[in-house]
């Protein structure tokens, strides 16, 4: 019995360290993602063309049944948590799916966001693709509503497959991006401060024009209507 107590004890000091600790978590990883200061030491990967290539064609196929399909605007940064990041979005436009009203408040969820602090390099792990930037319209695709990794929300699966490497969440605006030729001793990451403004992360301008190619081809088969 004393054993019990003991055990019981123990499991909820650790329960409420887990609460007084896990939020302030979640605000520093968001902090640290979004201040220019802190993506000095921050890598991030880039595509080539030849994955670039077969990225899209491959994808250009899958989404054709995303069961959700959104054109949405971003109304929160991306904040992290339990190795997941989440998105706060404002529906604008609905292609696909029927229990989706426009003007409804939703979470975009994509356990392939993430930043990684355990191991050099630090990283921010987006699939390819930049933060959603704020007040910002993009067309999502999503695979599924399901409950959070952390069970705390409902949220929209952002669109996965087993062969799919490229988040698929495309902006509406385009903006001026540069493509960076890896040259550190990690692969093909390089510093975040040098790519903070792209969209997609590219290691030449020949893989980002067949990234960018396939977003303008995906905008003309899913336009806005201007609904804001």
């Given amino acids: 019995m004393i054993r019990l107590r003991y055990f019981i004890c123990i499991l909820l000091i650790v329960m409420i360290a887990f609460l007084i600790y896990a939020k302030p978590y979640?605000?520093?990883?968001?902090?640290?993602?979004?201040?220019?200061?802190?993506?000095?030491?921050?890598?991030?990967?880039?595509?080539?063309?030849?994955r670039a290539e077969t990225q899209t064609q491959l994808i250009s196929e899958l989404?054709?049944?995303?069961?959700?399909?959104f054109r949405i605007r971003v109304t929160q940064d991306t904040k992290y948590r339990s190795h997941t990041g989440y998105l706060?979005?404002?529906?604008?436009?609905?292609?696909?799916?029927?229990?989706?009203?426009?003007?409804?408040?939703i979470t975009i969820a994509s356990n392939n966001w993430c930043v990684t602090?355990?191991?050099?390099?630090?990283?921010i792990e987006r699939r390819f693709v930049n933060l959603p930037q704020v007040g910002s319209e993009y067309?999502?695709?999503?695979?599924?509503?399901?409950m959070a990794a952390d069970e705390?929300?409902?949220?929209?699966?952002?669109?996965?497959h087993e062969q799919c490497t490229l988040s698929c969440?495309?902006?509406y605006e385009d903006r001026e991006m540069i493509a960076v030729t890896p040259t550190s001793k990690y692969g093909t990451y390089v510093p975040y401060i040098?790519?903070?403004?792209?969209?997609?992360?590219?290691?030449?301008?020949e893989a980002m024009k067949i990234l960018m190619d396939f977003k303008h081809s995906l905008l003309e088969a899913y336009p806005s209507n201007g609904n804001t």
């Fill in 63 to 69: 989404i054709k049944d995303a069961p959700y399909i």
């Fill in 194 to 205: 040098e790519v903070i403004n792209n969209e997609f992360f590219a290691t030449s301008e």
């Fill in 117 to 123: 602090l355990t191991s050099p390099p630090k990283t």
């Fill in 152 to 160: 705390s929300m409902e949220a929209y699966i952002l669109f996965s």
């Fill in 26 to 50: 979640e605000a520093t990883f968001t902090d640290m993602v979004h201040d220019p200061n802190n993506a000095n030491y921050l890598h991030v990967g880039e595509m080539g063309e030849a």
């Fill in 139 to 146: 067309l999502v695709f999503c695979s599924e509503k399901a």
């Fill in 169 to 171: 969440i495309f902006g």
């Fill in 88 to 105: 706060q979005a404002k529906v604008l436009q609905v292609f696909a799916g029927d229990d989706v009203k426009v003007g409804e408040d």
